[in-house]
């Protein structure tokens, strides 16, 4: 699969339990997947905009890597002036630091014409649901693909295939535009979404949707059950880790060794022109598993399927199966995941329905001054042309979406959840979320904690600077106590391997007003316990009493939603809460952070140091220098190949041993 030439290095106490090697990736390194990263005019949402593409479409190719197993996959930067890093969401970068695709907080960007080696580790009990993006500024808005972990074996739950359904937002103004309104003063806001995209098709506020073709629906990623990785008539193509995009330069390397993968299902939408719906194809009477990925910038989704209110939720923000969950509605935030059982509908069922072979997915967006309502379409028959979007809603989907599903989710294996009790937290972080405005210049902020953070606000990595200054780059954790969790002089959030945290962030009423908003925070490292939210101000002990009289014991999360409850309140006063319980094992630099873009720009995002220098410093003297600058040795381009170092030995832990009977729902 790999090969490299390597020379071994000692590593003492730095990485026990690694292999640690220097790697050079030279012309007889082949790695796992290859993306390269554009930018392109596209035909998009019945318009076109600017985008960053992922081997030539937004959304990227869907990735597939298995539980307990390390893989490399190379990025590209094929960009002539923008730096870029990737993210892969949801899965916990236990030791590889470096690859959290984080700048400034845990790696250098990559530079134009550069590309990056990211090794990927899984544990076994990873299956599930997440997604690549890039963490470079508002890039995130096209520059996103899924990411699948698949089962050692087979799932717990029976399916016959699955399908992908990736969600973005459509934006008329650049990224750059964007990004200048909400950074500068006086403030202007970015806007509104003027479209959600299904797997990368959409129809932009006010555009008429035209009759699409029969056959393959476009913008469908397919499935993976059977031997069949297009599933069931998928139009799409296979890629096998060649670049396939149009640009107007050659990147960082054309030659074909370069571009080469053992991907062989590596499942990519296509870009089209016209004004037609995103279409699922399913086939009648089979169960399918739909991985639903909230891959938006801004928009907070709530969704139902036309005439299919049976929906059984399995899994949510991967990592963890959940006891089945019924439900005839999803609601999902930025970065959220939703694996869901859906069951076609059997041909006797259609016939009674008047042999109707096409169903709307309505989704409507909650939660902002500009309510969007677009669809994509379930077909039963492919030779059935793709319809227009309906006159009129076709569901009344409710609006409040702030009892949905909490308190709800439970491992289905209670005898593996380690979710911390009231009596195991040693400190509790509280983190109010606030919006201010800078008097003398206008420029509206984010701040979590009297913080507003964001990728520039070091001039060298955090992590870089541990590596080069070893304790005395790391937060002062005395300093930090009396300071809301944070210390002034690094800007971070210290916490101690073996601490359990609760970390609560307190939604407040703005400056600019008291208008509140509705904040999706996600966490990177460990995923945490997700151990509920209100309205009003957090109360530990009512809310200790709830978990305590209920016996919830919530399940492994990574994204969850901080409500607004109220549309506005007093000016810093409380408007809702969101609480997590985390314990602290894995050493590192990580983030946390609304996933809201503009918000990410405007300093909604915090650093946090795990472990002193020793615990988090894995890598040995002699192999850190090419990680330590920008554009280092260990970015390799049309030159020069990179020289690394490998945390893993690439030994495949995932072992298909024989389980129980699949659950079947249906």
């Not at 995941?337 to 072979?357: C, P």
């Not at 008291?514 to 316990?529: D, L, M, Q, R």
């Given at each position: 699969?790999?090969?490299?030439?390597?020379?071994?290095?000692?590593?003492?106490?730095?990485?026990?339990?690694?292999?640690?090697?220097?790697?050079?990736?030279?012309?007889?390194?082949?790695?796992?997947?290859?993306?390269?990263?554009?930018?392109?005019?596209?035909?998009?949402?019945?318009?076109?905009?600017?985008?960053?593409?992922?081997?030539?479409?937004?959304?990227?190719?869907?990735?597939?890597?298995?539980?307990?197993?390390?893989?490399?996959?190379?990025?590209?930067?094929?960009?002539?002036?923008?730096?870029?890093?990737?993210?892969?969401?949801?899965?916990?970068?236990?030791?590889?630091?470096?690859?959290?695709?984080?700048?400034?907080?845990?790696?250098?960007?990559?530079?134009?014409?550069?590309?990056?080696?990211?090794?990927?580790?899984?544990?076994?009990?990873?299956?599930?649901?997440?997604?690549?993006?890039?963490?470079?500024?508002?890039?995130?808005?096209?520059c996103t693909g899924p990411l699948i972990v698949d089962d050692c074996g087979s799932s717990p739950y029976h399916y016959d295939d699955e399908r992908i359904l990736h969600f973005q937002d459509f934006f008329q103004k650049s990224d750059e535009e964007m990004m200048s309104d909400v950074t500068k003063g006086p403030f202007k806001w970015a806007g509104e979404i003027h479209g959600v995209l299904l797997n990368g098709k959409g129809v932009a506020t006010g555009q008429q949707t035209s009759i699409g073709p029969?056959?393959?629906?476009?913008?469908?990623?397919?499935?993976?059950?059977?031997?069949?990785?297009?599933?069931?008539?998928?139009?799409?193509?296979?890629?096998?880790?060649?670049?396939?995009?149009?640009?107007?330069?050659?990147?960082?390397?054309?030659?074909?060794?370069?571009?080469?993968?053992?991907?062989?299902?590596?499942?990519?939408?296509?870009?089209?022109?016209?004004?037609?719906?995103?279409?699922?194809?399913?086939?009648?009477?089979?169960?399918?598993?739909?991985?639903?990925?909230?891959?938006?910038?801004?928009?907070?989704?709530?969704?139902?399927?036309?005439?299919?209110?049976?929906?059984?939720?399995?899994?949510?923000?991967?990592?963890?199966?959940?006891?089945?969950?019924?439900?005839?509605?999803?609601?999902?935030?930025?970065?959220?995941?939703?694996?869901?059982?859906?069951?076609?509908?059997?041909?006797?069922?259609?016939?009674?329905?008047?042999?109707?072979?096409?169903?709307?997915?309505?989704?409507?967006?909650?939660?902002?001054?500009?309510?969007?309502?677009?669809?994509?379409?379930?077909?039963?028959?492919?030779?059935?042309?793709?319809?227009?979007?309906?006159?009129?809603?076709?569901?009344?989907?409710?609006?409040?979406?702030?009892?949905?599903?909490?308190?709800?989710?439970?491992?289905?294996?209670?005898?593996?959840?380690?979710?911390?009790?009231?009596?195991?937290?040693?400190?509790?972080?509280?983190?109010?979320?606030?919006?201010?405005?800078?008097?003398?210049?206008?420029?509206?902020?984010?701040?979590?904690?009297?913080?507003?953070?964001?990728?520039?606000?070091?001039?060298?990595?955090?992590?870089?600077?541990?590596?080069?200054?070893?304790?005395?780059?790391?937060?002062?954790?005395?300093?930090?106590?009396?300071?809301?969790?944070?210390?002034?002089?690094?800007?971070?959030?210290?916490?101690?391997?073996?601490?359990?945290?609760?970390?609560?962030?307190?939604?407040?009423?703005?400056?600019?007003?008291?208008?509140?908003?509705?904040?999706?925070?996600?966490?990177?490292?460990?995923?945490?316990?997700?151990?509920?939210?209100?309205?009003?101000?957090?109360?530990?002990?009512?809310?200790?009493?709830?978990?305590?009289?209920?016996?919830?014991?919530?399940?492994?999360?990574?994204?969850?939603?901080?409500?607004?409850?109220?549309?506005?309140?007093?000016?810093?006063?409380?408007?809702?809460?969101?609480?997590?319980?985390?314990?602290?094992?894995?050493?590192?630099?990580?983030?946390?952070?609304?996933?809201?873009?503009?918000?990410?720009?405007?300093?909604?995002?915090?650093?946090?140091?795990?472990?002193?220098?020793?615990?988090?410093?894995?890598?040995?003297?002699?192999?850190?220098?090419?990680?330590?600058?920008?554009?280092?040795?260990?970015?390799?381009?049309?030159?020069?190949?990179?020289?690394?170092?490998?945390?893993?030995?690439?030994?495949?832990?995932?072992?298909?041993?024989?389980?129980?009977?699949?659950?079947?729902?249906?």
């Open positions: 699969m790999k090969t490299a030439t390597i020379s071994s290095l000692w590593l003492g106490s730095w990485l026990p339990a690694a292999l640690a090697e220097m790697v050079t990736h030279d012309h007889n390194f082949h790695p796992d997947h290859i993306l390269r990263v554009t930018e392109a005019q596209v035909p998009l949402s019945c318009e076109s905009r600017t985008d960053i593409l992922v081997n030539g479409t937004s959304p990227g190719p869907a990735l597939h890597i298995m539980p307990g197993t390390s893989s490399w996959i190379r990025v590209y930067n094929d960009m002539p002036d923008q730096n870029l890093t990737m993210h892969w969401h949801g899965l916990t970068q236990r030791m590889a630091p470096f690859a959290d695709g984080t700048p400034l907080a845990s790696q250098w960007p990559i530079p134009p014409g550069h590309f990056f080696d990211y090794e990927i580790a899984t544990n076994n009990d990873d299956a599930g649901t997440y997604f690549y993006h890039s963490h470079v500024d508002m890039q995130a808005i096209s029969s056959g393959g629906g476009r913008g469908f990623f397919g499935g993976r059950l059977g031997g069949r990785p297009d599933g069931f008539g998928g139009n799409f193509r296979h890629h096998g880790g060649h670049y396939d995009g149009q640009s107007d330069s050659k990147g960082c390397d054309s030659k074909s060794d370069d571009t080469s993968s053992d991907d062989s299902n590596q499942a990519q939408v296509e870009i089209t022109a016209g004004c037609t719906l995103p279409v699922i194809d399913v086939e009648p009477g089979k169960t399918y598993r739909f991985r639903f990925i909230g891959a938006n910038g801004l928009s907070f989704l709530t969704m139902g399927l036309e005439d299919h209110d049976d929906l059984t939720i399995i899994q949510v923000d991967g990592s963890e199966y959940n006891v089945p969950v019924k439900t005839d509605r999803l609601n999902i935030g930025a970065g959220q995941r939703f694996d869901v059982l859906f069951k076609a509908k059997t041909i006797d069922e259609l016939e009674k329905n008047g042999n109707k072979s096409t169903f709307y997915l309505q989704f409507e967006t909650l939660e902002r001054p500009e309510p969007y309502t677009g669809y994509g379409v379930v077909r039963y028959d492919q030779s059935t042309p793709i319809p227009t979007a309906p006159a009129n809603k076709v569901l009344d989907l409710p609006r409040d979406p702030t009892n949905w599903m909490e308190y709800t989710f439970t491992s289905l294996f209670p005898e593996q959840n380690e979710a911390p009790s009231a009596s195991e937290v040693t400190r509790r972080i509280i983190i109010d979320a606030e919006q201010k405005q800078e008097n003398a210049t206008g420029k509206v902020v984010w701040e979590l904690a009297h913080l507003s953070w964001t990728e520039h606000t070091y001039t060298s990595p955090l992590l870089v600077d541990i590596y080069q200054h070893g304790d005395a780059a790391l937060p002062n954790w005395e300093a930090a106590q009396s300071n809301w969790g944070w210390d002034p002089k690094t800007k971070s959030f210290p916490c101690k391997l073996g601490e359990v945290i609760e970390i609560v962030f307190q939604n407040t009423g703005s400056e600019l007003g008291g208008i509140v908003e509705t904040h999706p925070f996600h966490a990177h490292s460990k995923h945490y316990y997700d151990i509920g939210s209100g309205p009003g101000k957090y109360d530990a002990e009512a809310n200790n009493k709830k978990l305590e009289q209920t016996g919830y014991k919530a399940v492994r999360r990574d994204t969850t939603m901080l409500y607004r409850y109220d549309e506005q309140v007093g000016i810093g006063e409380p408007a809702g809460w969101r609480a997590w319980r985390l314990k602290i094992t894995d050493a590192g630099v990580w983030m946390i952070h609304c996933h809201i873009l503009s918000h990410m720009m405007m300093g909604m995002q915090s650093v946090w140091t795990m472990g002193d220098a020793e615990q988090i410093r894995k890598l040995p003297p002699t192999a850190i220098s090419g990680y330590m600058t920008y554009g280092g040795s260990v970015y390799g381009n049309s030159t020069h190949a990179p020289r690394l170092y490998q945390y893993f030995n690439g030994t495949n832990q995932c072992k298909a041993v024989k389980k129980k009977e699949r659950i079947r729902v249906y």
